[in-house]
């Protein structure tokens, strides 16, 4: 339960960062280490050298532009969940970040390590997936921006490159009067979501949908936007096809049968959630309020 | 008969060592340490401070919760290299110099929310710090239960650990 040997480096830039990172493939960004740190424990990751990104200047705090949140790297989550100029920008953050673990690990993981960590049932890389944001990575040849539906490309594993730091994630804002709503199903709060769904939507005079995104995790190997309800739903008024959608996204429970929950356990799981979170997060809608 | 009890500590060791210089409950300390050595190790180990108890190193029991520069954190999960520099508080540093309790303390010794105590240092640290932020504090059973949902206890049942919670916010002024 100690992890193995290996080099330690803790930049002051990000031009030394990148730097260890290009030279070493096997090199591992240290930020928060809550998830690094137990599998090093276990020994189920030997790096050979840990780049502790900690010190590392510009790489600390969240500001709002261009309409999404821009959160830094270094940023824990703990902050993320109680930053009050987030709270009224997107309400659905602090409902989300309230089920990431316990404060303890809250006050040191950070939101960018979790999304880098990519665990398929983890509430960040779903809010990601459910909100179209993006990552911005920066590598010898300079900065890229990754969208989250091409950034997380498999169980633990994103569109990263071993050479890249992850800089920033941004978060967009919700739509003007949007309603918002994220839960999931776990055997005890604070674990790894089981199920966890999230929805994001808006409606016209008529009480019709203009605007629906739906997004699930803890079903496939990374956060999945659940494309055919969400069609299914547009232009509805929500009660006489909801059933239907929830219905039709049960196929994209492909997650296989494991300790914590048969397939057929999540895909009630995923039903009875998207039911729950678009009735919810409609009745959260304002018409006409600004965002 | 062959011997079969000796120490096993190596006599030496070829990790890499790093000179690391941080406060420990208000003094400043500075070893040269293993890259790999866990801060929990590190204050069990080099600075003899056994309050931070050790229970399963991947972060799940919170037995080894210290302050990390003002914030509850798992001391089996930050290495003392990345403490170069931290402030770090201990379950040594919170009682009163002459002897008396913390109102946390108290309210866990008054509300018998102690059994064998492992788990202990870890709930008070956790909750010592839940009382230092600012906000309100939800103190429903709910509220409670979410603020004790990373420590576990294998003795208690919680129950009176709850209780504590509540009269420590008593004794607080924060009711
Ligand atoms: C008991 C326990 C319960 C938990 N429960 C949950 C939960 O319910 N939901 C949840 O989502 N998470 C949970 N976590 C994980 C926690 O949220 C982690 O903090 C998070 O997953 C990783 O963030 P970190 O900063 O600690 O990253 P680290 O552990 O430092 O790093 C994680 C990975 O990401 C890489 N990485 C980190 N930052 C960067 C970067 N800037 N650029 C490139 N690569 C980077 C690292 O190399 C590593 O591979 C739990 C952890 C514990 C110990
Ligand atoms: S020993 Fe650190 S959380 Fe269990
Ligand atoms: S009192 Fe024994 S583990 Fe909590």
């Given at each position: 339960m100690k992890p193995s040997l290996f080099g330690y480096h803790a930049p002051k830039t990000l031009a030394e960062a990148g730097a260890i990172l290009a030279q070493d493939a096997d090199a591992t960004v240290l930020a928060g280490g809550q998830s690094l740190l137990p599998a090093m424990n276990f020994r189920v990751a030997a790096p050979s050298a840990l780049v502790d990104i900690q010190h590392v200047e510009g790489l600390k705090g969240i500001s709002i532009k261009d309409g999404a949140i821009a959160v830094r790297a270094m940023t824990r989550h703990r902050e993320f969940e109680l930053d009050e100029q987030v709270r009224q920008a997107n309400p659905l953050v602090a409902e989300v970040m309230q089920h990431v673990a316990h404060v303890p690990i809250r006050n040191r993981g950070t939101v960018v390590g979790s999304l880098c960590h990519a665990d398929p049932s983890a509430e960040m890389p779903l809010l990601l997936t459910l909100l179209g944001g993006s990552v911005i990575a920066q590598g010898p040849n300079g900065a890229r921006e990754i969208a989250a539906e091409d950034f997380f490309t498999s169980f633990l594993t994103t569109a990263r490159k071993s050479d890249e730091l992850v800089i920033e994630a941004r978060f967009p804002l919700l739509p003007a009067g949007a309603g918002w709503a994220f839960d999931e199903v776990t055997r005890r709060h604070g674990d790894f979501a089981l199920v966890g769904v999230g929805c994001i939507v808006t409606l016209d005079a008529?009480?019709?949908?203009q605007t629906i995104q739906l997004a699930a995790c803890g079903i496939a190997d990374r956060p999945v936007r659940l494309t055919e309800a969400e069609a299914m739903l547009k232009g509805s008024t929500l009660t006489p096809d909801l059933d239907a959608a929830a219905n039709a996204s049960l196929s994209a429970v492909v997650a296989p049968d494991d300790m914590h929950a048969s397939a057929s356990y999540r895909r009630r799981a995923l039903k009875a959630l998207i039911t729950r979170m678009v009735t919810k997060a409609a009745s959260r809608v304002r018409p006409g309020a600004p965002s | 008969m062959k011997r079969m009890i000796k120490p096993s500590i190596p006599e030496h060791s070829d990790d890499p060592r790093v000179t690391i210089a941080l406060t420990v409950n208000g003094e400043t300390v500075s070893r040269t340490v293993s890259v790999r050595m866990l801060l929990s190790d590190f204050l069990r180990h080099e600075l003899g401070l056994t309050g931070t108890h050790v229970g399963c190193e991947h972060g799940v029991c919170g037995c080894c919760t210290v302050h990390i520069d003002g914030k509850a954190g798992r001391s089996c999960l930050t290495l003392a290299v990345q403490a170069n520099g931290a402030d770090i508080r201990t379950i040594e540093s919170v009682a009163n110099g002459d002897g008396t309790l913390h109102p946390v303390q108290q309210a866990f010794k008054e509300c018998h929310a102690?059994?064998?105590?492992?788990c202990t240092p870890g709930m008070v640290m956790n909750i010592v710090n839940r009382f230092e932020e600012p906000g309100p504090l939800d103190l429903t059973d709910n509220g409670i239960r979410d603020m004790l949902s990373g420590n576990l206890c294998r003795c208690t049942g919680y129950i009176n650990i709850i209780a504590a919670v509540r009269r420590a916010a008593e004794l607080m002024g924060r009711a």
């Open positions: 008529q009480g019709k949908v | 102690l059994q064998c105590g492992f």
